[in-house]
């Protein structure tokens, strides 16, 4: 705490600052949901089986429960013949118990009766039609447990069924019903608290007035958090006001049951701004970073309010959403353990038009993408229009002065 | 309708008339939400700008506005001294008028003084503290619109700045929230019911008996149809019979404002309830393909009653899921418009173990993906364990009976 100079630091160093910073003040916390309603959760426990599968020896094909040694030596040419003594459908059971000479027909996925160890497939069977007895012929030989899926021969009673950290997808979660679960222990998803901050600010439907504008980031950060895998409460808009904001702040850090567990605030564009933020966050917490060498997004800042991550973006839309992006993004996805959906936001791709890059300072550019080339969006960051293009984002070293034409790059898409 | 005989027909057959199934039978609908809940959704309408952006000349700068010519030949050597005649902040605006010799005071995303035509950045000025007027240094020559953002220069009013089909992820919704928009219009998204049939079938929680087991398809259907982008309803378990399913689906088809547009069943595993689906189809409405030639899955059912599209699954979990990834997820993806999602879901990755396919029947099979290498699932397809495996399936042509090892595969990952 207190108002000792920070250094601008490096991206890295930014990171590394960041990650330790969510790994260390956010608790991994478990809530229990209802199985129908955790499509896409991420299960917070290595899940068990509570029942054997199949929970009895069931019968894989339609056909003829037997003893398998009846139909021993039969062939078309030397039907055996079995007297058939039941019917069993799925879904229900024979009380009757085979003796040599009988058989049980059977449908799949029925279990089997007692006495019998195998099944003859209807197609190797003949009804015969005439026998007032119910007479089956049997027209091929058999082995023990002859399309039988034994009970427990799936998923036995206590095996790990889901390990922790799974994804629960439409077959994850087939899985769970398999086990008749009707709740599971899952992940709670990290709540992020939306501030945006500025006079200028205005909310969406209020009349315009000389010099106000309307607030972007509070449903742009939305957005975004919600693809991290984060809860975003949007908190409304601040003026450039320390005791506004900090007021705000307050609030959301004495909330009941302290629901939020990080708080993103996005400033102003006035240079002072900046300052507010850092002062209320010197006050009542401690900032760990107040300056990145990036472009854009210098200004930001990373602090601590208890057991609460604090993290001030830009007010400029396209900034906000790149520092968002880079350094925001991967450690939310991390604290709610979805980072392995971001695998599939990385290309390859050709770069279409030559970019020249500031020496000094990382560079994040806005991309669009067409036809699988890359043509970077070279409005200056205030423009808005940026965003209706942007499809991803670039990176550019800071030792790096030219991109050319052709040259594969990275990019990650939104 | 009738009972004419159906033939069994090829995969390729058969997507194209589920697909023409589809695209005939759905009529895309739009509705109105707020921007705020808009995440995902997908616009159905191009959208125009409805103002200026910027709405006014805007300071891309902190500095100082003035009439540029009052700069000229300024330099540190020989500053200008201009007389400062108001602040103006972000949010505010200035009510004067600046003459020759006069500047004001801007902070970035201020709007432009009325006879300012550019700004010096403050980097450029130096305040000379002791002057009783507020003179100010002007240590550089600037150019006119110096620093400045004409009004419309971003986004003129009119132009279009979403076009229809637009996915609206973070930074489309910030485009939308810059216009100060309450609302948009989307695609509605496709409703699909879902109903699992089975006298063996138990709901979640409810007592072990012997031959049930529990509904796995009703929870692995609806976390698909998410994944595709409709909204699943689901609509329990029923009976093996003719009456009761009959009732189920007419209740499903007379829905208020008939707000279903797919019905999926999953049948039984008994050999007759295909039959029953069949028959109720071909009572009520129409029925275009009974039996596809792919393994798993041959008993697929598709049809039509009025303007709701009717599929029959296997009840088999691991044929039900195959099945709908191939013949239903691209159709359901194409009227919900998400298609593109699915883009992210393809990889050719590495066979690690050789497979041996049945010729004649295309077939599909479950594999699980570790370290970049595609392990087949080869257990029988009724076992529920395969689906705890399963990241992916493949598909094997008709015509192909070995996969060898170090073959690449195009995985598609659920």
Known sequence: MGNEFLKIIEVEEAKKIIKNLFKETYKLKSENIPVEDAYNRIV????????????????????YAIKSEDSFEASEENPKILNCVDMVEAGSFSKKTIKTGECIEISTGAPIPNGADAIVMVE????????PTKDIAILKSVPPTEDIAKKASDIKKG???????????????????????????????????????????????????????????TNLIKGAVLASGGIPLTKGIVKDDY???????????????????VIICSGGTSAGV???????????????????SVKPGKPTLVGKIKDKIIIGLPGNPVSAIIIY??????????????????????????????????????EY???????????????????????????????????????DVGEIVEVILF
């Open 44 to 63: 917070s426990e290595d899940i068990l089986s509570t029942i054997d599968l199949p929970m009895f020896d069931k019968a894989l094909k339609d056909g």
């Open 243 to 261: 005791n506004e904001l900090k007021m705000k702040i307050m609030e959301i850090k004495n909330e009941d049951n302290g629901s939020s567990d």
């Open 325 to 362: 992006s880079i350094f925001i993004d991967p450690y939310l996805r991390l604290i709610s353990k979805s980072s392995e959906k971001r695998n599939n936001k990385r290309r390859n791709l050709e770069l279409a038009k030559r970019i020249h890059s500031a020496k000094g300072r990382m």
């Open 274 to 292: 900046g300052d507010i933020l850092k002062n209320v966050v010197d006050e009542i917490g401690e900032v760990l970073i107040h300056g990145i």
């Open 365 to 403: 550019l806005l991309v669009q993408i067409k036809d699988d080339k890359v043509y970077p969006i070279l409005k200056d960051s205030g423009a808005i229009a940026s965003l209706s293009y942007a499809d991803a984002y670039i990176k550019i070293s800071k030792s790096i002065e030219i991109v």
């Open 159 to 217: 095996k790990i069924i889901l390990r922790k950290g799974t994804i629960l997808n439409s077959v994850k979660i087939g899985i769970l019903s398999a086990q008749g679960k009707y709740d599971v222990n899952v992940f709670k998803k990290p709540i992020v608290s939306i501030i945006s901050t500025g006079d200028e600010l205005l909310d969406k439907d209020e009349k315009i007035e000389l010099g106000k504008i309307y607030d972007v980031n």
């Open 124 to 131: 190797y069977s003949e009804k015969l039609e005439k026998s």
